[in-house]
């Protein structure tokens, strides 16, 4: 059974940081691409972050590019989340997901075969 688990949210304020992580099991996790997503009530889910099986490439989007960071660790099947200079903004509820087609467009939510069940994120100003 593949269970993806994140943890590390809470509620902080504005300037503050923190990591996500997200723990797999289940899974070949060295052949699965990895993404975080985020989503706000009412509104679509959004990759914000997302790295390659070797953890050699990564992508960020444009809200988050240059504050967050991903990362992975192979050995202990966790990849993280993190989040610098945190915004109001940022608030949401944070997803991890992986996938393990070798071709396709992972900047789609269909890439991705597995989710974890989020973790809240809460940004005060």
């Known amino acids: 059974q593949v269970q993806l688990v994140e943890s590390g949210g809470g509620l902080v304020q504005a300037g503050d940081s923190l990591r996500l992580s997200c723990a797999a099991s289940?899974?070949?996790?060295?052949?699965?691409?990895v993404g975080w997503f985020r989503q706000v009530p009412g509104k679509e889910r959004m990759l914000i972050a997302r790295i390659t099986r070797s953890g050699g490439s990564t992508y960020y989007g444009d809200s988050v590019k240059g504050r967050f960071t991903i990362s992975r660790d192979n050995a202990k099947n966790t990849v993280y989340l993190q989040m610098n200079s945190l915004k109001p903004e940022d608030t949401a509820v944070y997803y991890c997901?992986?996938?393990?087609?070798?071709?396709?467009?992972?900047?789609?939510?269909?890439?991705?075969?597995?989710w974890g069940q989020g973790t809240q994120v809460t940004v005060s100003s």
């Open positions: 289940g899974l070949t996790f060295t052949a699965s691409t």
């Open positions: 997901a992986a996938g393990q087609r070798y071709f396709g467009d992972y900047s789609r939510q269909g890439m991705y075969d597995y």
